[in-house]
């Protein structure tokens, strides 16, 4: 009996690499699917930072969204605010939304503190309800969206079907053809 459970075992580690070795390969043959973590992130996209220049970030970020099809999630806060802490290891605990929120949208982090508001970038967004904000704008720079991160919230904690909802419905596929704003980033 333990033979055949051996015999068993190690075809079934054979086929199973076989599979993984099947995968890889079909992988290889199809085109690649960006993955993304820290390390292949723009600077703009990770933190906040009072010394950034947000007109330029902004420039880059819409150069970037342009290129690989998304929008752009413009995310407002600081390194001393304890919700923007809380949304991003809120995004870190579930892979599957922060793989979403960057596949469909290209991250744009700007720092507002008592060391640097940021002023001249944010008199061209609508104004700012709470910190975290968020913007959505296309690659063009036009405002799609303003929004007060706590509409993500349930029950006092951030929402894993509030943010795929919100993900979804405002990614470059499926926008609404309104515009929820008058105003276009200006950089």
Known sequence: M???????????????????????IACAKSPA????SANNLPSYS??????????????????LAKTSNRQVLIEVGGNWCSWCHKMDAFLEENPDIYQA?????????INVSDSNENEAFMSSLPP????????VSTSTGKMLLSKDTAELLVDGNYSREQWLTFLHKWSNSFAPKYIQTSHKLRI
């Open 46 to 63: 990770k933190v906040y930072d009072d010394t950034r220049d947000p007109f330029k970030d902004a420039t880059d970020a819409l150069a």
């Open 101 to 109: 929120l960057h596949s469909q949208y290209v991250l744009l982090k």
């Open 2 to 24: 333990k033979s055949t459970l051996f015999s068993i075992l190690l075809s079934l580690s054979i086929s199973g690499l076989f599979a993984l070795s099947m995968i890889g």
């Open 128 to 135: 700012v309800l709470g910190y975290p904000h968020m913007y």
């Open 33 to 36: 699917i960006t993955v993304y």
